[in-house]
C-alpha cells in the first residue's frame, strides 16, 4: 500500500511540473515514508492521499534544492535555486488547484519558518511533518463537531 500511494503520488506530481524546467523527482523512501505514516492514520479518501502526499513531494523535494546549494557555484547552485523556488510555487498551485485552501493556510507559515531556520543554520524540516498533522487533527476534531450537531 505504501509503495503505491509513493508512486501514484510522484506520478502525479511529475505530471504536474512542467516539462521544461527539468526536473525529475529522484526519491529517497526515507523521505518520504514518515509521511505517508501519518497519513495513513487519518480517514482521507485515497485520491485526497494522494494530494496530499504530491504536495508535500513538492515543498521537501524544494527544501531539499535549496539545502543542497550550501558550496554550489554558478550555473548549479542557479539550477538548485530555481528549481526549489519553481516547487515551493508549484506546491502553492497545487493547494489551490486541488481546493485545500485551509492546508494551504496552515502550511504556508510552517514552511517559511523553516526556510528561515534553514538559512540561519538550524534546519527544523521536521516542523513539516509535525504541522501537517497538527493540521489533519484539527480538521478531524473540526468533522466531528460537525457531526455532532
Given at each position: 500500500m505504501e509503495t503505491k500511494l509513493v508512486q501514484d503520488a510522484c506520478l502525479l506530481?511529475?505530471?504536474?511540473?512542467?516539462?521544461?524546467?527539468?526536473i525529475?523527482?529522484?526519491?529517497?523512501?526515507?523521505?518520504?515514508?514518515?509521511?505517508?505514516?501519518?497519513?495513513?492514520?487519518?480517514?482521507?479518501?485515497?485520491v485526497r492521499k494522494q494530494r496530499h502526499l504530491s504536495i508535500y513531494i513538492a515543498?521537501?523535494?524544494a527544501l531539499q534544492s535549496h539545502a543542497a546549494s550550501?558550496?554550489?557555484?554558478?550555473?548549479?547552485?542557479t539550477r538548485k535555486v530555481l528549481?526549489?523556488?519553481?516547487?515551493?510555487s508549484l506546491y502553492v498551485q497545487l493547494c489551490l488547484k486541488w481546493e485545500e485552501f485551509d492546508l494551504l493556510s496552515h502550511l504556508a507559515p510552517i514552511v517559511k519558518r523553516i526556510q528561515i531556520k534553514h538559512?540561519?543554520?538550524?534546519?527544523?524540516?521536521a516542523l513539516l511533518?509535525?504541522?501537517?498533522?497538527?493540521?489533519?487533527?484539527?480538521?478531524?476534531n473540526?468533522?466531528?463537531?460537525?457531526?455532532a450537531i
Open positions: 506530481l511529475q505530471g504536474e511540473i512542467s516539462p521544461e524546467s527539468g525529475r523527482l529522484e526519491l529517497r523512501q526515507e523521505d518520504i515514508l514518515p509521511m505517508v505514516r501519518v497519513l495513513d492514520q487519518y480517514e482521507l479518501t485515497p515543498i521537501k523535494f550550501d558550496g554550489c557555484t554558478g550555473e548549479m547552485l528549481n526549489g523556488d519553481y516547487l515551493y538559512v540561519e543554520g538550524n534546519p527544523k524540516d511533518i509535525e504541522g501537517w498533522e497538527w493540521f489533519l487533527q484539527l480538521e478531524g473540526c468533522a466531528r463537531a460537525i457531526q
